[in-house]
């Protein structure tokens, strides 16, 4: 390869990464814009003129006379002045040494849409390190990509056709695929839209930066994000928590997840998808709305951003059809949306309303005997708002192919509307099939005052990710909260390690709060007298940190009752380890206490991820950690109640709140001890490599929990 590249130093990165913002934000709304390229810019030049692009717009082209009827420059230097945003769409290496040309002219922004870097390995690796050497201060989008779009002022730096219609702003899309970009683009669903954005390879910006930028933006209500991967998760966390704190949703749909998809993303725009456990915990962290359909990406970011926010997940539903409600009922049930009854007056005030035959739950179905009576419906809906929800939907299927039928259905979407109004809850109006909400019936809903979804299931997915997004946010805006939230920049795993002897792990944790069983360090001659002194019945195991984990080596004993049976198992722990592990000698061994009365064990456990830093585990332990899978996975830092609501979520907690007539197990403690074990590992979050407490024995409440093991890994 002969590729150009700048010689300029570099700055400081803290000091570039904000000249680069500040130039994302003149690249999104630009003065001016230049088009490098062929014949095939033409078609987003059409697309500005058609918007009524205000600005400039300069074709860049040393052969054609004009492109799409405005006369082209020769070259970059004979631009009347730098541009504020450019389209880039010329082979690889003539990207990398344009994009060093550019930077230094002082452009603000380019859009690189040639193919054919990291994404594609070998030399594509070194062009892409040659791309970002030479943007300097440039605000790059891609390589690999397809562009973006500026729906508010009618900027399309986009290589294909998108569905193109100016708005006065909404929802920004930043996607890491520009063909589900473009698909989005021409949805038939209302959503509006402020920005598109395809990242691709994410060279000098990776989604991190466009939320960073669009948190700011005065015409963005809401942020919807297509990821095969993230770079840095902590990076992440603070440029999500400055949306929410800005007061806007983000919502993700992470592909990727399975071992194959995992493998497509990296061949698709070089992205780590990484663990997708992890990526749901920080999610639920930074209160990301997590969806799983294009569809739901779509109907929750609308709803969030025409609907607003509710103020929590109590719902009540309007159907006229009891299959309808049967469904709602399910749905709702399966992804937490409550669906309260009507209180005794407002029950029989509807029961007065409804014909005797019609039954008064919510869901309602008011049923055929209402139907297109304006006043009827009108008090039907407003009676039943009087009771404690967060909102309205309506079900309702528009007659496709019989457009006469349409004021029948918008009577009641109307009602709906003005009970929302008159309570002031939102007013969510839906179909039961996505196809059955036809685009007048949706203008006319958003007129109205209302808000249109599409597909009944989709529609209660949407307001459960809208409702928790809302509880999240309250959470998150307390006093300190989300300064918690962030995750700290770790340093990389240490390449040596050291295994801590368990009395040690022990102490320190010790030193943190966590208690542990009395013990005491002694050689073979001297456990009997130590088991004496601490008093039967014992434990005895292999001191030496020359195991991670003892017991499959024979190297534990318990529940030793006197100083014979002690001797015997140490020799015994001698003999198991010389067998297992040759060559290795049981000098020292570590006497303890057993613990008795033990209602559950409980398992905590926190690992340093590459990507997601330091990760805790709490869940069932002892023999269940296997047999179960039962465990909650949190980010350190935690916060009490975090741990408090992970340890609730756990199926054995059913056997720390006292199953069957059971001694309760001491919670408040528990939650301590994860406190206390959290708290050691964040202190030493540069050497911690992995910690392991397996079993936390649980003892009954108000006396607390014991940890009777612990594995601790540091860096050498």
């Known amino acids: 390869m002969n590729i150009a590249i700048d010689p300029t130093p570099m700055s400081a990165p803290d000091d570039r990464q904000k000249r680069r913002l500040a130039n994302l934000r003149r690249l999104l709304s630009p003065r001016h814009v230049a088009f490098i390229g062929g014949q095939g810019v033409a078609v987003p030049i059409e697309l500005c003129q058609k918007a009524g692009f205000s600005g400039k717009i300069w074709p860049v082209n040393p052969k054609y006379p004009e492109i799409a009827g405005l006369p082209c420059f020769k070259t970059l230097a004979d631009l009347p002045e730098p541009p504020d945003a450019v389209f880039l769409a010329v082979p690889r290496e003539m990207t990398v040494e344009m994009v060093g040309e550019l930077a230094r002219m002082g452009a603000g922004g380019v859009v690189c849409y040639a193919a054919g870097f990291a994404e594609v390995g070998g030399e594509g690796i070194e062009l892409q390190k040659a791309l970002v050497t030479n943007a300097g201060d440039l605000a790059v989008v891609g390589p690999n990509c397809y562009g973006l779009l500026n729906y508010v002022d009618g900027v399309a730096m986009f290589a294909s056709g998108p569905g193109w219609a100016r708005s006065q702003g909404g929802v920004a899309l930043v996607m890491q695929s520009g063909n589900i970009a473009l698909n989005l683009t021409n949805h038939q669903r209302s959503v509006p839209l402020s920005y598109v954005i395809t990242c691709g390879n994410q060279a000098v910006f990776d989604i991190a930066d466009y939320i960073e930028c669009l948190a700011d933006d005065p015409h963005v209500s809401v942020i919807g994000l297509y990821m095969e991967g993230m770079p840095d998760a902590a990076r992440f966390a603070r440029s999500a928590l400055k949306a929410l704190k800005a007061g806007k949703p983000v919502v993700a749909l992470k592909a990727g997840n399975s071992e194959l998809g995992s493998k497509l993303a990296m061949s698709h725009t070089s992205s780590l998808a990484g663990n997708d456990k992890l990526y749901s915990t920080l999610f639920d962290r930074l209160g990301v709305v997590r969806v799983r359909e294009l569809s739901e990406l779509l109907e929750t970011a609308k709803l969030l951003s025409i609907g607003g926010v509710p103020a929590d997940n109590r719902l009540v539903v309007f159907t006229c059809s009891g299959g309808d409600s049967l469904m709602t009922a399910d749905r709702s049930a399966e992804v937490g949306v409550e669906l309260p009854n009507f209180p005794p007056k407002t029950a029989a005030s509807l029961r007065a309303q409804l014909p005797n035959f019609a039954t008064v739950n919510n869901p309602l179905d008011y049923n055929t005997s209402l139907w297109g009576h304006k006043d009827k419906l009108e008090t039907c809906f407003e009676t039943a708002l009087h009771g404690d929800y967060d909102a309205a939907m309506l079900v309702i299927d528009f007659p496709i192919d019989d457009k006469s039928g349409y004021d029948a259905c918008f009577i009641a979407t109307d009602a709906v509307i003005r009970a929302g109004k008159i309570h002031g809850k939102p007013a969510l109006v839906t179909s039961s099939l996505s196809e059955l909400m036809p685009i007048e019936a949706r203008d006319h809903i958003i007129k109205s005052g209302g808000t249109p979804l599409q597909g009944l299931q989709t529609a209660i997915d949407s307001f459960a990710g809208a409702a928790r997004f809302g509880r999240r946010h309250r959470e998150l ?51 009997a007298a130590a088991g004496a002194a601490l008093g039967f019945p014992v434990v005895a195991k292999l001191a030496e940190p020359v195991l991670a984990h003892k017991t499959e080596a024979g190297a534990v004993k318990l529940n030793l009752k006197s100083a014979d049976e002690l001797k015997a198992a140490v020799a015994a722990i001698g003999e198991n380890l010389g067998r297992y592990k040759p060559g290795a000698k049981a000098e020292r061994f570590l006497i303890e206490r057993m613990v008795s009365d033990v209602v559950a064990e409980l398992i905590v456990g ?34 009490r109640q975090d741990v408090a609501r992970a340890i609730g979520g756990l199926k054995i907690a059913k056997l720390l709140k006292g199953y069957r007539g059971k001694s309760a197990g001491d919670i408040e403690a528990a939650v301590d001890a994860v406190m206390a074990i959290a708290g050691y590992a964040y202190a030493q979050r540069d050497k911690l490599v992995e910690l392991d407490v397996n079993p936390l024995m649980v003892l009954a409440q108000g006396k607390g929990v014991v940890a009777v093991d612990a594995l601790v890994v540091m860096g050498a």
């Not at 006093?479 to 962030?486: S, Y």
């Open 477 to 527: 805006t307390a006093p300190g909260a989300l300064e918690a939230a962030l995750l700290p920049s770790l340093p990389p795993v240490p390449a040596k390690t050291r295994l801590l002897g368990e009395a040690e792990g022990k102490a320190a944790l010790k030193a943190h709060g966590l208690t542990v069983p009395e013990g005491r360090l002694a050689s073979a001659a001297d456990a």
């Open 606 to 639: 926190v690992k340093r991820d590459p990507q997601f830093g330091l990760v805790l585990v709490v869940g069932a332990g002892g023999i269940l950690v296997e047999m179960v899978e039962d465990a909650a996975t949190l980010l350190l830092p935690v916060v």
